[in-house]
């Protein structure tokens, strides 16, 4: 599943995005991650948004669908549920250490925020969901 985490700042809709401390060719990034077994995929959001950006206090706003593994650059091996969520406490930028038990566990991710007009790049090429966060 993937978390678009947005706010509003000084009159402009802004993006929650990462980059890999360590692996910079790896492009933007918006936090995502895969349900465990047996979980609820809200229930897998939230705790994906905690082990890859230490957010706790989230809400979700909206869900944006289910795409097909082909239909989302960041989707090539599973089925994405992408929703739009709101991070009231977020800082402005931090550096988070993965936790969990994923891929990804221990890897440094360096957050920042960035506005959705113009069009942010993600996943080093366009991404299909980003025209609805501004509808």
Known sequence: MLAYVTRERDGRKELLVFDHRDQP??????????????EDVETGL??????????????????FGTFAPHELPHGRRYTNHAFEVEAPDARDAWEH???????????????????LEPTPELWAGSDPVLARLTS
């Open 25 to 38: 060719g790896a492009g933007t990034q918006v936090p995502a991650g895969r349900l465990e077994p047996d």
């Open 46 to 63: 939230l705790r994906e948004l905690e082990e890859e950006a230490g957010l706790a206090n989230v809400r979700v706003l909206r869900k």
């Open 97 to 115: 250490v993965v936790s969990g038990k994923g891929d990804d566990a221990g890897l440094v991710f360096l957050y920042r925020w960035v506005p």
